[in-house]
């Protein structure tokens, strides 16, 4: 008898997808606080959340299987049943340096003015022992180009990969990419060759699925923030 507190599985498509799962709640997800290298474990409802995204994800075959190295996304991982995930240093979280640890609000104060993360960056406070570690964080940009490192990989298994750029899938299979919320929006917005600020508009909730694939010779966005907690 199906578990009805289960949400029905998504239908894979006969044609490649690369599917994007954020991983579930943690104590700084609740609160909203910034989570990039600091690595906290999933809440008890961050393992529903995990629970019910692998019954979303349960009628798909994934060829290749990529995790954040991050304790919470590695533990999704496993819960949605692909323990043996490969870790892709690329797809950890943004390295937020200040800012980690801290709220946008927290932020907001100490500027004086609203703090926008795909706007300002995080270098718009001082590095400081107790946030980041000292570290100054990552530019935007600079996610970007591992987002970009992270989808030249997948595109070897998608099939999407040769002489026409990624314009189109070939005869390769689905690939899950488990990571972050700022990461796998940015993630979304080089697989479509836009700026990287407009991550800005796309929603991602905690073990929310995305689904990237290919259409009229374009990379496309097929479903976003699917079953989102």
């Not at 104590?27 to 999933?42: F, I, K, M, V, Y």
């Not at 995080?122 to 964080?137: I, T």
């Not at 917005?189 to 259409?215: K, M, Q, S």
């Amino acid at each position: 008898m199906p578990d009805e507190t289960m949400p029905p599985p998504l239908r894979p498509p006969s044609d490649p997808q690369l599917v994007l799962l954020r991983h579930g709640q943690t104590e700084w997800s609740a609160s909203g606080q910034h989570t990039g290298r600091t690595d906290l474990p999933l809440t008890e409802a961050g393992e529903r959340q995990a629970r019910s995204a692998g019954a979303t994800l349960a009628d798909y075959e994934f060829a290749a299987v990529l995790t954040s190295p991050r304790e919470r996304a590695r533990r999704t991982a496993e819960i949605v049943g692909h323990p043996g995930a490969v870790v892709d240093e690329d797809l950890a979280e943004w390295d937020y340096g200040p800012v980690d640890g801290r709220t946008s609000r927290d932020v907001s104060e100490l500027l004086g003015r609203d703090f926008q993360i795909f706007e300002d960056g995080v270098r718009v406070l001082p590095p400081s022992a107790d946030h980041g570690d000292g570290r100054p964080g990552e530019t935007l940009d600079q996610v970007a180009v591992r987002a970009a490192r992270v989808i030249t990989r997948a595109e070897q298994v998608l099939g999407g990969s040769g002489s026409d750029g990624g314009s189109g899938a070939g005869a390769g299979g689905h690939v899950l990419l488990v990571a972050h919320g700022h990461l796998l929006r940015v993630l979304a917005t080089v697989w479509l060759g836009v700026d990287p600020r407009l991550g800005a508009r796309f929603e991602l909730g905690t073990a929310a699925v995305c689904l990237l694939g290919y259409g009229h010779g374009l990379r496309t966005i097929e479903g976003w923030n699917l079953a989102a907690q």
